[in-house]
C-alpha cells in the first residue's frame, strides 16, 4: 500500500433518488478503510464528470482509474508506474482479463491484443498486426495501442490536465476513452498495454441503468 497515496470512491448516483436514500451511509462505512476518500455526487453526472472531480480532488502526481467492478491482482500497479515514471507522456492499461458475469470465474485474456474501434465508434479488441507481433522478443514488453478501454489506466495528473482532462459536456460514458487517446496521440504521448500487469474485470451484457438521451446519441455526443 506505500505506492498509493489515497483512493478515491467516487459514487455515480447512477439510480433513480430512492435508492440513493437507502445508500446515505455508504461513504460513512467506506471511509472506514484506510486511505479511502468518498466522493458522492448529489445528482446523476456520469462517468465523465464524476472522474474530472475525482482527479481535480487527487493530490499524488500519476492517477489511476478503475472501473467499481474490477478484481486486481498482486503486483499489478508497479509495473504501469514504472511506464509512466520513466515518461509522463505514457498513458497504460493493463491486460483486462474477464470475470464471469455468471459465476464470477477469472478467465485470463489474450496477451495478443490491443484496443480498436469500429466506425460506429465502439470500442473493440483487435490482434496486434503480423509484423508488431513478430517484432515482440520479450513477453513483458508494453504493446503499443491505438486507443485505450475506457475502465482502467494510469497517467501522471499534469499531462492529464496538459490534455484538457476529459470533455465534461459529455454524458455517462462511451466515447470519453477515444477522445483522451487521440489527444495523446496528437499532443505527442503515447498509449499503451503493460502485460506484466492484469487486472480483471466484469464485462456486462447490458447496463443497469438507463441512458435518458439514448444510447446511441450519449456515445456520438
Ligand atoms: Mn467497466
Known amino acids: 500500500m506505500g505506492i498509493i497515496n489515497c483512493i478515491f470512491l467516487l459514487i ?6 430512492y435508492f440513493l436514500l437507502s445508500l446515505a451511509e455508504d461513504c460513512q462505512l ?14 446523476r453526472e456520469g462517468l465523465i464528470r ?17 472501473d467499481s467492478h474490477c478484481e486486481v491482482n498482486s503486483e499489478w500497479l508497479q509495473p504501469m508506474l514504472q511506464r509512466v515514471r520513466e515518461d509522463y507522456t505514457r498513458v497504460v492499461s493493463p491486460i483486462i482479463d474477464v470475470i ?14 490491443r484496443g480498436g474501434f469500429d466506425w460506429s465508434l ?19 514488453q508494453s504493446i503499443r495501442t491505438p486507443v485505450i ?12 490536465n496538459h490534455l ?19 489527444r495523446v496521440w496528437m499532443c505527442g504521448g503515447s498509449l499503451e498495454i503493460v ?8 464485462f456486462r451484457k447490458r447496463h443497469p441503468y438507463d441512458f435518458p438521451e439514448g444510447n446511441a446519441l450519449t456515445y456520438i455526443k
Not at 467506506?30 to 445528482?43: E, Q
Not at 464524476?50 to 478503475?66: H, K, M, P, Y
Not at 478501454?149 to 497517467?155: E, K
Request: glycine share 6%; proline share 4%.
Open 12 to 17: 455515480l448516483c447512477a439510480r433513480a433518488n
Open 30 to 43: 467506506l471511509t472506514k478503510i484506510p486511505k479511502v476518500k468518498c466522493l458522492r455526487n448529489s445528482r
Open 50 to 66: 464524476s472522474r474530472v472531480r475525482g482527479a481535480d480532488s487527487a493530490t499524488a502526481e500519476i492517477l489511476t482509474f478503475l
Open 100 to 113: 464471469s458475469l455468471d459465476n464470477f470465474a477469472y478467465l485470463a485474456a489474450s496477451a495478443d491484443l
Open 122 to 140: 465502439h470500442f473493440k479488441w483487435e490482434q496486434i498486426p503480423i509484423e508488431q507481433k513478430m517484432s515482440r522478443t520479450d513477453p513483458t
Open 149 to 160: 478501454a475506457g475502465g482502467i489506466f494510469v497517467i501522471n495528473k499534469s499531462w492529464f
Open 164 to 182: 484538457g482532462k476529459y470533455d465534461t459536456q459529455m454524458d455517462i460514458w462511451g466515447g470519453e476513452n477515444f477522445e483522451l487517446s487521440f
Open 195 to 202: 502485460p506484466c500487469s492484469r487486472v480483471g474485470h466484469v
